[in-house]
Structure formats: C-alpha cells, structure tokens
C-alpha cells in the first residue's frame, strides 16, 4: 500500500508539496479552511476585472519551472510566462520617475541621468552582491538544515562570513549610491521579505540584484494561474484536494504524527502530516500537547521577530493609464518614517507604496478597455495594538493614498474612474490564512531566524510531522517557499 501524507493547508507549499510527493509514489490529501485554495496566493474575481490578491512579482522562473520537472510534467502545457521590462517604474515626488530596465543599454542611460558616480556605483553594487548571492544560493537557499552540524562546520560557517550579512541593507546600498531617490529604490525592494532595510541583513539587497540581473516575469492569468497549474497536476497524478475543511488539532500518538482532527468532520489518519499553515500558528494552535512545543511554546513564540504586514486596495478602473508601467514604486520623501512606522506600530503618514498594474501586459485579466491595479503599503502586523482595522481606519488609509497617487502626473483623474474598490488588511491575512500575528511574510527572517536558526523542516519532537511555507527554512517569497518543497521532499524521502 502506498503511504497516505496528509498536507494541512493549499498554500504554494502545501500544493508544491503534494505534486512532488505524488511523483514519488505518495499518496496525497490536502486539507484546506478555505473554499479556494492558494493561501496568501490567491485571487479576487469581480468581473470584468481579476485581481492578483498578494504576490505580484515573479523571481527567479527557474524554480517555477523546476516543480513541474520533479513531476515529469512539461510546464509549458500549464503556463504562459512573459517577461516584463522595465522592471519598475519608480515615481518621486516633483514629477520625477525613472525606469530599470533588465537591457543594460537602457539601464545605463537611466543611471546615467541620475549621475555617471551612481552609475559606475550601481554596477558596483550588483557585482558585489552578486557574489553573495551565488555563495547564497549554493550553500544556504538550497540546503536544509536540521542538525546543527549541518551549519556548525568549519565549510558552511566561512561561506556564511562571506555573504558578509553583518551590515543592514541601507549601509551597504548607501556606500556605493549617493542619490537617495536611487538608494530608496533598492531600500524598498529589502521590504519584500518583510523586514526593515534599516534593521535587516544586508543579504536582501539580493532582491533588486536578482531582479536587475535574471529578471522579472508574469504569468498569463497573474500569479493565481501557477496555483490553477499545481492544482491541475495533483488532479492529474491523482491527488486529491478538499476544501471548507478546517484542522482544528494534529493527533499525535505515542510521539508520531498520526493524523488531523476537525471540529465537526470525521478525522483523518495517515502516515504522515505536513503543516503548511503558518507555523507559530501551527504550534500554538493545531498541537495540543506543551511537551511537544519545546522552542516554540506560547511565550517563546511572543519572542520571536516577526515580518511587517500590507494595506492593499484593489481598484477596478475604466480608463488605461499609459503612464503606468506593470511595477511601480511611488517613493515618498519621507521614505524612512514610512518605513520605520511600519515596524514601530504606526500608519504611514504620507505613504510610499507599491503599485502593480498587470493589465499593461496580460488582457486576459480584464474585459473592458481599463486597468486593475493593486496599491500595496507596508503597515504593522496585530501584534502592535495601536491600530484597529475598522472602516475609520480603512477610509483614513484610502484617502491619504489616493490623495498621494493623484499628484503624480498622468494619474490625477484615477478616483472619477473607479468602478470597483476593495482592501485587504492585516486582519484579513489572520482571519482568511490563520497567518499569525496577521504579518504578510511569516517570522522574519533575521539572521537569528535563518538557516539552523529558523524553524526546521522536520519537526524535532513528533516523529512523521513536517513544516512547509514562509515561516520555516529557507524563508517567505514564492519562490522560496517552492524551494522549502523540494527540501523537504529530499528529506522526507532520507528518512525512509
Ligand atoms: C501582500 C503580499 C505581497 C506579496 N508579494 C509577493 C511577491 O510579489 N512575490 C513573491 O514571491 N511573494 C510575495 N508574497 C509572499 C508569498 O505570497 C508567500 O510567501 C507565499 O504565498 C506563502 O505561501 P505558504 O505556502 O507559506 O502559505 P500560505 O499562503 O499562508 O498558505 C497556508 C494555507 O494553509 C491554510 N490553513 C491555515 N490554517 C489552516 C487550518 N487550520 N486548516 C486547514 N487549512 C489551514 C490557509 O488557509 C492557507 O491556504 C507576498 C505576500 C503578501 C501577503
């Protein structure tokens, strides 16, 4: 008989999980709360316009591509990728925007018209990063790390010391760029994961040299057409998926995982179980049992660092607007008190923020002649409770960001042309996706909170319980939760 993995939660690592678990000769079940699967990647549908609900920016195809060769499957059957250039299309106050390119002839001329000193520090800066980035890559995205020696040898720790991670993203940036409108550029880009550039390890100033240097893509259908690809492949390969089934405990017998329980459904049993819901959550919630809790047992977890949240206002638009471009920073001038508000448990008060806009490139993502556009701002997780996501709040948030979009150039008529409006709030990312602490991005991934420091793939006191997603090893970030898969694949298929 085949061994049954039972994977609780359809987020991109629970759903990544199962393809490659079945190619082995698994069987799988996934268990999902919600009645659409996908997690945090999801979709919202209001016709005529389709709304990307989070992730937006695809990194590094390559390991989009490589699920579906674990698989045996031809990923271009299932999905359609385009290439976007520019890049970003970043927006300052005073009418000024520059365009990055991933063409260097472009690139140059952008950074040129800055100034020929941030130009030559530019390409400074990607080839120092870019080593880095290789020896990162190498040695730590693509390596589990469940015993301590796995990390404590004398190898692993010198390729640690040359990913020189000691310093913050803003000083490394601004030793090489004078322009602070530049520096801000790639400062943003450090949010992605969720931390604070100012605060967090100068190893995410690999976003914008990845991007910069491999370049970015979108998916025909956005984002939510790679879950609609995963989904298609469990199916084919036999898999199955329920929906509207909430876990309530993860049953544990004789110090193995044995299965999953509901309210008011009939438990599960299986010789494997696989928590893709966030993993603080997991531990505080689904495993019932302190002594099984060790490192993460309620006031432990309070003390972990966690990832900031997002405000996002989704806005259905019937006019195209040429100006905008498919990434777009609107950098504000106070950029640092933005960023620092968010992480200090305060709303931004003149907001920058991230607008994606994929009706430039991918018609299908709307029927009539217009734009659907995701504003996206860094705001506080719940455990600061300084802020209640009521509609006071929301209303408060909205008026200040549209007031800001209005003053750029070639945008001043957006409000007169919206024909659908909605937001997605901290309290959503909790409610919907049991992501703790409501954060965007899971536990932050510090240097106290990587490699061997972050949680295991493995669970370390229950036999047969495994973790996937942005909260574990190696971190958040679609692409990197898709890598959390295939390590923990080659680790469940060790432990045979
Ligand atoms: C606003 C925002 C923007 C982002 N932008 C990008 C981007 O541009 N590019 C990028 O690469 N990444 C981006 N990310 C990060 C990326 O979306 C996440 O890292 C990734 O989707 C997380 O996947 P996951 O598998 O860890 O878990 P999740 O998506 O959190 O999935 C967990 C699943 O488990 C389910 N679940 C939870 N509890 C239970 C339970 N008790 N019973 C049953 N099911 C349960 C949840 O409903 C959910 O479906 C963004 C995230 C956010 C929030």
Redesign the pocket.
């Known amino acids: 008989m085949k061994n049954l993995a039972i994977i ?7 759903l990544s999980t199962a393809v490659r678990l079945l190619s082995k000769g698994y069987n799988v079940e996934i ?4 009645k659409t ?5 999801n979709q919202r549908v209001h016709s005529p316009f389709t709304f990307d609900l ?6 590094n195809r390559e390991i989009y591509e490589e699920v579906f060769n674990y698989a045996n499957v031809n990923y271009e059957d299932y999905l359609e990728f385009i290439k976007v250039d520019p890049t970003y299309r970043c927006f300052y106050p005073n009418d000024i925007h520059y365009d990055f390119s991933t063409d260097l002839v472009s690139l140059i001329k952008t950074l040129e018209s800055i100034s020929s000193k941030d130009s030559i520090g530019y390409m400074k800066l990607l080839s120092e990063i870019y080593e880095r980035y290789v020896i990162a890559n190498e040695n730590f995205l693509q390596k589990s790390f469940e015993n301590k020696l796995d990390f404590f040898n004398a190898s692993t720790l010198a390729k640690a010391l040359k990913t020189k991670t000691f310093s913050t993203s803003h000083e490394l940036i601004s030793n090489y760029i004078n322009d602070e409108n530049l520096r801000k550029s790639l400062y943003y880009q450090a949010l ?1 994961v969720g931390v604070s550039p100012y605060e967090g390890p100068s190893i995410y100033t690999l976003i914008p040299v990845v991007c910069q240097l491999y370049g970015l893509w979108h998916l025909k259908g956005g984002m939510y057409s790679y879950v609609k690809a995963l989904e298609k492949v469990i199916s084919h390969l036999g898999g199955k998926i329920i929906t509207d ?4 405990e993860i049953l544990i017998s004789n110090g193995r995982a044995v299965g999953i329980k509901s309210k008011n459904k009939k438990e599960i049993f299986g010789d494997l179980v696989i928590s ?3 993993f603080p ?1 997991t531990m505080d919630k ?1 495993i019932k049992n302190d002594i099984y809790k060790e490192k993460y047992t309620p006031i432990k977890l309070n003390n972990l660092k966690y990832s900031c949240s ?1 405000f ?1 206002i989704y806005l259905g638009l019937k006019k195209k607007y040429p100006i905008l471009s498919v990434h777009n920073l609107f950098l504000n001038d106070n950029f640092k008190e933005n960023v620092d508000f968010a992480f200090t448990g305060h709303l931004p008060t003149e907001p920058s923020f991230y607008m994606y806009c994929p009706t430039k490139i991918d018609s299908t993502m709307i029927e009539i002649q217009g734009e659907c556009l995701n504003i ?1 701002v860094r705001v506080p997780n719940l455990f600061f409770h300084t802020i209640t996501w009521d509609d006071t709040t929301i209303k408060l948030l909205r008026d200040k960001i549209l007031y800001t979009i209005e003053k750029i150039n070639g945008l001043e008529d957006i409000e007169s042309n919206i024909l659908y409006e909605s937001y997605f709030t901290p309290k959503d ?1 909790k409610d ?4 703790y602490g409501g954060t ?3 536990l932050s991934p510090t240097l106290t909170q990587t490699n061997y420091f972050r949680p295991h793939l493995k669970s370390d006191t229950i036999k047969n319980l495994y973790f ?3 909260s574990v090893h190696p971190g ?4 990197i ?1 898709l890598l959390s898969s295939k390590l923990l694949v080659q680790e469940i298929l060790s432990n045979l």
């Open positions: 609780i939660g359809s987020g991109i690592g629970g268990y999902e709360k919600e699967i996908g997690g945090r990647t989070t992730a937006s920016l695809l990194m992605y089934y909430t876990v309530d893709n819901a966030d959550y689904l997002t996002i996206v990312l919907s996706f049991n992501s965007a991005f899971g996937v997603g942005s958040p970030g679609v692409s939760v």
